[in-house]
């Protein structure tokens, strides 16, 4: 039974592998922070000061984020470490949580600027599926010198996310 079911699920990811491969027409996926628009630019630079107030004691990876609501509001985050290392938050879902507390639920874009020098750091699955309760909005990834932006979205960084879709009320 087991082996079926890797079978299956090996199949079934290189479909979506394949279905997320990237064509000709779209959009570059990494480029220059000065191409960006002003919008996003700004995004961008209120993560890297959201970043500031960072509580990582515990690992010194300092996250910043911004989110973007669809009334344009802009709400920034950073992640929260804990001495009980699970209870921490990250940057981005720290955002979100601001942003939805204050009654916003769909946004716009998000940014999120980490640590790493040489790489693009991407969000954990726990925040992935956790943004893709809230819509599926474009996603900018930075290192701290802004120079270049990896951009992508929140369904293209968790496809087949779990969603409730029907009505299981009494
Ligand atoms: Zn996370």
């Known amino acids: ?7 299956n699920n090996g199949t079934t990811s290189s479909k979506v592998m394949e279905s997320k491969k990237q064509r000709s027409d779209d959009p570059p996926r990494i480029v220059k ?16 000061k959201a970043r500031t107030a960072s509580y990582s004691p515990y690992s010194n990876f300092k996250v910043g984020a911004c989110v973007e609501c669809v009334d344009g509001t802009l709400y920034g985050g950073c ?3 804990n001495a009980s290392y ?7 879902r720290c955002a979100y949580v601001k942003a939805i507390s204050d009654g916003r639920r769909q946004m716009r874009s998000v940014a999120i600027v980490a640590q790493q020098e040489k790489h ?3 969000p954990c699955g726990l925040c992935r599926q956790f943004m893709s309760e ?10 701290p010198d802004l ?8 369904s293209e ?5 779990f969603q409730i879709n029907e009505d299981y009320s009494f």
Not at 147 to 154: A, P
């Open 86 to 92: 699970p209870v921490g938050i990250c940057a981005e």
């Open 134 to 143: 809230f819509g599926d909005a474009p996603v900018f990834l930075a290192k």
């Open 1 to 7: 039974m087991e082996t079926n079911g890797n079978n």
């Open 147 to 154: 120079r270049d932006v990896l951009v992508t979205s929140v």
């Open 33 to 48: 922070f000065e191409t960006l628009d002003e919008r996003i630019q700004r995004l961008l630079q209120e993560a890297v």
């Open 120 to 122: 693009f750091t991407t």
């Open 157 to 161: 960084l968790l496809p087949l996310s």
């Open 79 to 81: 992640n929260v470490e």
